[in-house]
């Protein structure tokens, strides 16, 4: 079914589970180890990505903030702290949305180096999809092999097969589960951080993070909407950078983690069959059900959901991701495409940004000459 440019079928709900890969390790572990709500988690994610699949009918889906997450979880920072962070990190896009400055900036970022910022997430996303198949090589191997062979498919919903397989592994080796799942109406508690608490993750973690988010959230994720909607050109590096201010400006009071856009989720989205916004509405629904029915069990589902089914849907999204890099040829962009590439890989897609750039600059220049 179609309605006003949104797509209802099993195929786009299939796309609507392609991001789970990224999404549910981040969420699980902001659960366990930092004790943020289930609810504020799922419905925070859920209703933004209804606002934007109405806005911009497109998959266009949202994921955790990586840089915050990795130094969160690692110090076991108090929640909020977390959403602190969030808003300090939402008034500042506000901020830079606002001056317009943004769309600017990116067309005047070479080809090459765009390409290799998706490359290199493309690598980072296999390479984690690899390391999590490694818990399991006969599951993880088969989920590959089935992702690969129907992810071009618009019949077979792969993601969906996928998930639904995994959930059913996850009982079948632990029956127990099903006695403790906790089926109740849950309502949200409500969150005030301090001033204190937004600077303090602004300085450890924020500022990291701004880095990260323009390279991915906004270039990389810019560059693939128009590879992969081409005539889609009236969604700009501004309303991305909007939309990052207001979903975490207020959200974070719902208990929602800090939340950007991702060119990874998109690639994984778009892998899985999700070509409109019908794919994150439906994941929108999905996740504010999850939230008010069952937010009290998602923790004890997602403990013992086999990691290598999710790993295998990060590397196919990885490949997608990668693909796109196919249409640099010249000798020059070519070696600039892949220095930034492994720059991201080894060390982050901030430093690559950088790299690439300065690589750029000196073959323009002929501060140094290849060949």
Not at 6 to 27: N, V, Y
Not at 198 to 203: D, E, K, N, T
Not at 236 to 246: D, H, Q, S
Request: with cysteine; proline share 5%.
């Amino acid at each position: 079914m179609r309605y006003r440019g949104l797509e209802f079928s099993l195929i786009e709900f299939s796309g609507a589970f392609g991001d789970f890969g990224t999404l549910l390790p981040f969420a699980l572990a902001y659960i366990t180890i930092n004790g943020l709500e289930p609810f504020g988690i799922f419905f925070g994610i859920g209703i933004t990505n209804i606002i934007l699949a109405l806005i911009y009918r497109l998959p266009l889906p949202v994921q955790p903030k990586k840089a915050v997450g990795a130094v969160a979880i690692r110090e076991r920072w108090h929640p909020n702290l977390i959403y602190g962070t969030g808003i300090a990190l939402g008034l500042i896009w506000l901020l830079i949305g606002a001056t317009g400055s943004i769309n600017r900036l990116v067309t005047k970022i070479p080809k090459c180096v765009l390409r290799g910022i998706q490359l290199g997430l493309g690598l980072i996303l296999a390479v984690e999809g690899a390391s999590m198949i490694q818990e399991n090589l006969i599951l993880g191997g088969a989920a590959l092999i089935f992702a690969i062979v129907f992810m071009a498919s618009r019949r077979v919903p792969t993601a969906l097969i996928l998930v639904s397989m995994g959930v059913l592994f996850s009982f079948f080796m632990e029956p127990i589960l099903i006695s403790k799942l906790n089926f109740g109406l849950s309502s949200p508690t409500l969150h005030f951080p301090s001033m204190g608490d937004m600077i303090y993750g602004l300085v450890f973690a924020g500022f990291a993070q701004l880095l990260l988010t323009l390279t991915n959230a906004i270039i990389a994720t810019i560059a693939l909407i128009h590879d992969l909607f081409p005539d889609r050109k009236d969604v700009t590096p501004r309303n991305l950078v909007l939309n990052m201010g207001f979903m975490n400006t207020l959200t974070p009071f719902i208990g929602a983690m800090p939340m950007c856009h991702g060119a990874g989720g998109l690639a994984a989205q778009y892998s899985f069959g999700a070509r409109t916004g019908g794919a994150c509405l439906m994941e929108g629904v999905v996740e504010i059900l999850l939230a008010l029915f069952l937010a009290g069990s998602i923790d004890v589902v997602a403990k013992v959901f086999p990691f290598p089914i999710l790993g295998a849907m990060l590397m196919v999204a990885g490949l997608q991701l990668g693909r796109v890099a196919s249409d640099v040829r010249k000798s020059d962009e070519l070696f600039v495409m892949l220095l930034t590439a492994v720059v991201a890989l080894a060390f982050n897609i901030a430093a690559a940004f950088f790299v690439g750039l300065v690589a750029y600059l000196a073959i323009e220049k002929r501060w140094i000459k290849l060949g």
